[in-house]
């Protein structure tokens, strides 16, 4: 219980709370849109702003947080203004960005000691200013998401009929997906790039077993993101294995259980 008094540990641990509602309000809203393949095209792109901002000398997560934002946006451009298949569209920002990533690691002097912790995660490394970060868009965001419930549902599920009930289905969909983006930057030091999609992927999952409705499907997700994510640290200080990895490992036994509880009471 020693490990509870340092610093750096209950950053983490706060950390994985604050985001594990983040991440599954978002993933909620991911899943039923059925947008995976976009995270992981703003995810990779991420890696576009990285290289630029360890190139320039600047803060690689907010070169990182401006690169994803505008991948996000230019997938919705190209979708909606010129007709491209949204796949399309994102495969073009997920190559683009790991191509500017690549070219700019490989042009900055000496060696990047960063660059893991972003592929991979460091969740022990969290600041003050990261939990800061974390808590106000994820305040802002709920506010947002309950306080226009039944206009995001709407265009999420039916846009053509809400364009013609006059909805403003550009701007909501505009604006999910750029929380999307900040979403993803947020979380990359958290988990990485590399596995980031599992903790917007896999808390859903768990909850499609009990529910297809979305706001239990969105508590249920709250609820397995936040205790995989705070088991997953605990059992990575035990073992000494990096947490990230147990935060997975966490969330793939929670799903297995799950259907095994599913299955018995069928």
């Not at 990285?50 to 070169?63: A, N, Q």
């Not at 690691?105 to 972003?118: D, H, K, M, W």
């Not at 239990?216 to 705070?230: E, G, L, Q, R």
Request: net charge positive; proline share 3%; glycine share 8%.
């Amino acid at each position: 219980m020693e490990i509870f008094q340092y610093t750096f540990f209950q950053n983490a641990l706060l950390g994985v709370v604050i985001v594990s509602v983040m991440s599954a309000m978002i993933g909620t809203y991911i899943i039923t849109r059925r947008l995976m393949f976009i995270t992981g095209g703003v995810t990779h792109a991420c890696f576009g702003g990285l290289g630029i901002g360890y190139y320039l000398g600047l803060s690689p997560v907010v070169m990182a947080g401006i690169f994803a934002v505008l991948s996000s946006l230019g997938v919705e451009w190209l979708t909606v203004k010129h007709r491209v298949r949204e796949d399309s569209a994102i495969s073009v920002m997920w190559a683009l960005g790991m191509a500017v990533g690549t070219l700019f690691i490989f042009l900055t002097p000496g060696y990047v000691p960063e660059l893991n912790s972003f592929l991979f995660g460091n969740i022990l490394t969290i600041t003050k200013g990261d939990l800061l970060a974390f808590a106000i868009f994820t305040v802002i965001f709920v506010i947002f998401f309950f306080s226009c419930y039944r206009l995001i549902v709407s265009c999420a599920f039916d846009r053509d009929f809400a364009r013609t009930m006059g909805q403003p289905v550009t701007l909501i969909n505009t604006i999910m997906t750029v929380a999307i983006a900040v979403c993803v930057v947020l979380t990359i030091r958290l988990i990485g790039i590399m596995l980031l999609m599992s903790l917007l992927s896999m808390p859903q999952m768990v909850a499609e077993v009990f529910t297809n409705r979305l706001k239990p499907m969105i508590a249920v997700s709250v609820f397995v993101s936040m205790v995989c994510s705070v088991l997953g640290l605990i059992f990575s200080y035990v073992l000494g294995v990096p947490a990230s990895a147990m935060i997975v490992l966490s969330l793939v036994v929670a799903y297995v259980a799950a259907r095994v509880i599913k299955k018995c009471n069928n």
